[in-house]
């Protein structure tokens, strides 16, 4: 009888985690695990907290209370490790001057500590992977914008970290490059990277991320896989009903329906909220057309990352 | 409602000075240096003689109670007004926030002059206070009305000179540091061609030399301010050798190829942030080091021909060499300060700090790599100071080798701590420009003010003789002096004594002191660098987070957390 080899530690495990500065509280106990080889999309308005999460994440912060472990590793127990596995991505960072891309990306192959002979076929591999192969004599200044953000995932790349971590790696790019860093970041997810990306365009993390989390004012305000969102979501989804004659009688009628969560009578139509899991629209319809109404509309809200982001937050910051 | 319109006509000027107004440092400083120019002249006015009946000694003496508050003033104005107003327009480049005020119906003049009130504004209230202490003066005799007045207007000019010079700077570089160093830099020559007496207020003609070239600093700059707003970042030390380098390369074509100096290592090898500061930095690189030593040794070599050859009876006097090692030591301390505060402070500027400290390197290393390319610098600069300390020591033939010893103590342990004071500051201060003013802040308070303190004591007659040698024998300016005066007096003076001779305990805790002070430094900044760079330190023992995680192990995991 063979030994059964122990599950593999989450790649991040995240548990009560404060983040303060001073009588600013930018993280308020926040708790979230990522698989491995999960892409993480981290949504929140600016101020959230999902920078200060991820530099944390990238052992240049320290938490105020709580418990962050990557890879079974707690950060502040070998940060030096953790360091080895990951790759971080800052939100807005510098590149050196007066370094072409070739010795900019050795620089950072031997920070490290990646043997010499192995570097140039490294350089190469990842140039190609960000397709800047052309580019690879190129000042790292003169580069494009979004050349630059791809010479930056060039980097992170360099020492195949376990974890990647990319805070707004898409933010002030254009289309073009917007879909050329989409594209690379999709070719990680199927390398088997876990990636923990932060970014404002919604529907572009709706394409490829396998799980989500929503943070407004510090707080997470909903996790899980897209369908567990959506799922957890549409149990007060919203319907729009447009009915013949009066709506007073149906609506006392609906009311007392399971699934049904609330009936709102407006002007000119009912909003009616209901549990998806115990109640689908079709149902609904069905209960509306038995008691004899005529139904003029029937529109349930489309449930999309956007409307989930929308309805989850309200705009406010820590 | 009136007053509030007559605001909002000089907005950037209402906005300028509201910030400052709404900073507490705004206070603490004027109310520090009031208090410190204050009791300095109570000091001076009453300090010899008090109230008493023998108050009538220090009649006449007005005239020199006046020259040196008017310098105390000058020396004040001269280092703060291009750093209140050096940034005035750059900082407005670097925040990307010019173009908004460039939208405006805003004219260049008029955004260019309300930067100039704002900052002037400020540095003239440090002026004002000394004008009641300047009026004292004048009633102990010696000083006449029109010089009053004169010295007034000469404050006034001086600082509206500097003031619209630093705008100039800042309109025309992109960042503060520039403008700053190069504000520096012209006003040093300007003040040299309109006058010989640094410290001392420019004349009628000054103050019309003053006045005008600030209108034309202030004209140049509203005519640049479009032109230069949206120019990008340049190391022009960097772009300066770069051009040598081509016409090197261009002369090379005529002398066949002939390379003295091959730069090794295309790539780096195990030490990266070693090889980009050495490879890649003006200030590291040796080829452009080299280059640093020819500019300072040629004048050196040349100031020691002419003395050899020297016909002249008093070809003993060394006078040229003294200053040209005196400027060596400005040069020196300067170099070595910038370029240590400047190394983690420009990584946080150009946000690449967060990205290096992402990478598995120690912090330690780090640091210490970073080092490398000042420790060249310093190597560099000692050939120079060893070139007059083993002339001098040849030149007036001098037995002991008391004399070079002592002056490369004096070269290795200052610039050492020079080295970690400035590199500690850099690792506090959040950015590049705070960190440099910092550094030599600190540097010059500390060196200025204890070989300042000895002969005000002196001056003032503060009779405490324990205190002033402790002083004198800490301070080291005197040191230098008195280790450079023991060279030269051995032959003109009849034998100066070196101070080792004169006092060998005094001496020894000097250089102890120092090198402790440099040990001290490098351990603090080395133990403290993962705090101050600004990442989670290596664990040292057990901490109260430990404890909360195995209490968290055994509690109920939550997935989502909703409040």
Same mark, same amino acid.
């Given at each position: ?11 991040? #495990? ?32 600016? /101020? ?45 960072? =510098? ?7 070739? !010795? ?15 570097? #140039? ?45 990319? #805070? !707004? ?22 390398? /088997? ?19 989500? =989390?929503?943070?407004?004012? /510090? ?25 013949? /004659? ?59 990352? !956007? ?12 | 409602? $009136? ?11 209402? $906005? ?27 000091? +001076? ?38 750093? +209140? ?95 700053? *160093? ?8 300007? @003040? ?78 195990? *030490? ?8 890649? $930095? ?40 003294? *200053? ?39 912090? @330690? ?27 001098? $020591? ?138 101050? +760079? ?16 195995? *209490? ?12």
């Amino acid at each position: 009888m063979t030994e059964k080899a122990p599950n593999p530690p989450p790649m991040v #495990d995240i548990r009560n985690l404060w983040v303060k500065y001073g009588n600013f509280v930018a993280v308020r106990g926040i708790s979230f695990v990522i698989p491995r080889g999960e892409v993480f999309g981290f949504i929140g308005p600016n /101020g959230a907290g999902k920078s200060s999460t991820i530099r944390i994440l990238a052992t240049l912060q320290q938490p105020s209370a709580g418990y962050v472990r990557v890879d079974g590793v707690e950060v502040r127990q070998d940060p030096m490790k953790i360091r080895r596995k990951i790759g971080y991505m800052p939100d807005s960072f =510098g590149l050196y001057e007066g370094l072409t891309v070739r !010795e900019y990306l050795h620089f950072f192959a031997a920070a490290y500590d990646t043997g010499e002979d192995r570097r #140039d076929r490294l350089v190469d591999d990842v140039l190609t992977l960000t397709d800047l192969k052309h580019k690879i004599d190129t000042q790292v200044d003169g580069l494009s914008r979004g050349m630059k953000q791809r010479l930056g995932l060039a980097r992170v790349l360099l020492h195949d970290p376990e974890l990647l971590l990319l #805070d !707004e790696p898409a933010s002030g790019l254009d289309p073009r490059a917007r879909i050329e860093v989409r594209e690379i970041l999709k070719e990680l997810s199927r390398m /088997g990277k876990t990636i923990l990306i932060s970014s404002h365009i919604l529907h572009e993390l709706s394409q490829f991320c396998t799980r989500i =989390g929503i943070l407004e004012a /510090g707080r997470l305000m909903t996790e899980g896989s897209l369908e567990e969102i959506y799922q957890r979501l549409g149990l007060m989804q919203l319907v729009h009903v447009q009915v013949l /004659g009066t709506t007073d009688e149906l609506a006392a009628h609906l009311r007392q329906i399971a699934g049904v969560e609330a009936v709102d009578v407006q002007s000119d139509r009912l909003s009616i909220r209901v549990r998806a899991e115990s109640l689908p629209p079709e149902d609904l319809l069905d209960h509306i057309r038995a008691f004899g109404a005529r139904v003029r509309m029937f529109q349930p809200e489309a449930m999309e990352l !956007e409307t989930a982001f929308m309805k989850l937050t309200e705009g406010t910051t820590a | 409602m $009136k007053r509030r319109f007559k605001m909002m006509r000089l907005p950037i000027l209402t $906005k300028d000075l509201l910030e400052r107004a709404s900073r507490k440092r705004t206070y603490i400083i004027r109310f520090s240096y009031g208090l410190f120019l204050f009791v300095f002249a109570c000091t +001076l006015f009453y300090g010899n003689i008090g109230v008493s009946a023998e108050a009538g000694q220090a009649l006449g003496r007005g005239a020199q109670h006046f020259a040196l508050l008017m310098s105390i003033q000058l020396a004040v104005l001269y280092t703060l007004v291009p750093i +209140l107003a050096a940034g005035a327009i750059a900082a407005e480049k670097q925040q990307d926030t010019l173009a908004l005020l460039l939208v405006t119906t805003l004219t260049p003049w008029q955004i260019v002059l309300q930067k100039f009130a704002a900052r002037t504004a400020s540095i003239l209230s440090f002026v004002c206070l000394s004008f009641p202490l300047l009026a004292i003066t004048y009633t102990f005799g010696g000083v006449t009305p029109a010089e009053l007045v004169l010295g007034m207007f000469g404050l006034i000019a001086s600082c509206l000179q500097l003031g619209a010079l630093a705008i100039l700077c800042s309109a025309y570089f992109r960042t503060t540091a520039q403008a700053l *160093a190069v504000t520096y830099v012209v006003f040093l020559i300007l @003040r040299f061609i309109s006058s010989n007496a640094f410290l001392q207020p420019p004349g009628v003609a000054g103050i019309i030399f003053a006045t005008f070239t600030a209108l034309i600093c202030l004209a140049v700059a509203a005519g640049v301010l479009v032109d230069r707003a949206f120019v990008q970042s340049r190391n022009y030390l960097l772009e300066f050798f770069r051009g040598l380098d081509r016409f090197f390369e261009q002369l090379n074509v005529l002398t066949g190829g002939v390379v003295l100096v091959h730069d090794r290592g295309f790539l780096p090898g195990r *030490a990266p942030i070693q090889w980009r500061e050495t490879r890649k $930095k003006s200030l590291g690189t040796f080829r452009y080091l080299f280059r640093v030593l020819v500019v300072l040794e040629f004048p050196i070599l040349f100031c020691i021909q002419l003395m050899r050859f020297s016909t002249n009876a008093s070809n003993l006097d060394d006078g040229g060499l003294v *200053a040209l090692l005196d400027m060596l030591w400005i040069a020196s301390v300067a170099l070595v300060a910038l370029h240590a505060a400047s190394l983690i402070s420009e990584e946080r500027s150009h946000q690449t700090l967060g990205v290096l400290l992402s990478t598995p390197l120690p912090s @330690r290393r780090i640091l210490a790599e970073k080092l490398s390319g000042v420790r060249r610098l310093t190597f560099v600069l000692m050939v120079p100071f060893a070139t007059i300390f083993l002339f001098e $020591k040849w030149w007036y033939s001098r037995s002991s080798w008391d004399y070079v010893v002592l002056s490369a103590l004096t070269v290795v342990i200052y610039l050492t701590v020079i080295r970690w004071t400035a590199l500690a500051i850099g690792l506090r201060l959040p950015n590049q420009l705070s960190a440099i003013i910092g550094a030599i802040s600190v540097i010059g308070l500390w060196v200025g003010g204890l070989a300042l303190a000895g002969p005000l004591m002196s001056y003032l007659n503060i009779d405490l003789p324990p205190l002033e040698n402790t002083i004198r024998a800490m301070s080291p300016v005197d040191m230098i002096l008195a280790v450079q005066h023991s060279a030269t007096y051995a032959v003109t003076r009849n034998g100066a004594l070196s101070p080792w001779e004169t006092s060998p305990a005094a001496t020894v805790l000097h250089f102890v002191f120092y090198a402790t002070l440099g040990f001290g430094l490098q351990w603090w900044c080395r133990r403290s660098a993962d705090r101050y +760079l600004g990442r989670i330190p290596e664990p040292q023992a057990p901490e109260r987070w430990e404890l909360e995680a195995a *209490a968290l192990e055994t509690a109920p995991r939550l997935s989502v957390n909703v409040d």
